[in-house]
Nanobody, 125 residues
Framework: QAQFVESGGGLVQSGGSLRLSCAAS????????IAWFRQAPGKEREGVSC????????YYVDAVKGRFTISRDNAVNTIYLRMNNLKPEDTADYYC??????????????????WGKGTRVTVSA
């Protein structure tokens, strides 16, 4: 079964940057597309960005487009999320998991109900 371990969160000032890492253990199923999701306090979890592992195509929701970059290193089964120009509204717990491709309309949907413990990002004003 697939497992995901997120890391790299922290406290940063508005306008700052962070890079999140997702170590994905998919046990031979190496064609999963992987996405980053986030859940802010009191809100539902939402997809942020999804990466197609076959052709490298990416998708971002409008709230992060131009500020976040998703990337991968297949050699170490790790997916990254580079976050620049962070805003207080980016404060959330961030998770990675497999995603459906292509995204459904403007929504990134999880392919499975398997989640890591997440990594917390706090952006101060």
């Amino acid at each position: 079964q697939a497992q995901f371990v997120e890391s790299g969160g922290g406290l940063v000032q508005s306008g700052g940057s962070l890079r999140l890492s997702c170590a994905a253990s998919t046990f031979g199923e190496d064609n999963y597309d992987i996405a980053w999701f986030r859940q802010a306090p009191g809100k539902e979890r939402e997809g942020v960005s999804c990466l197609n592992r076959r052709d490298g195509n990416t998708y971002y929701v409008d709230a992060v487009k131009g500020r976040f970059t998703i990337s991968r290193d297949n050699a170490v089964n790790t997916i990254y999320l580079r976050m620049n120009n962070l805003k207080p509204e980016d404060t959330a717990d961030y998770y990675c998991t497999a995603c459906e491709w292509p995204p459904s309309g403007s929504r990134i949907l999880p392919l499975m109900d398997r989640w890591g413990k997440g990594t917390r990002v706090t952006v101060s004003a």
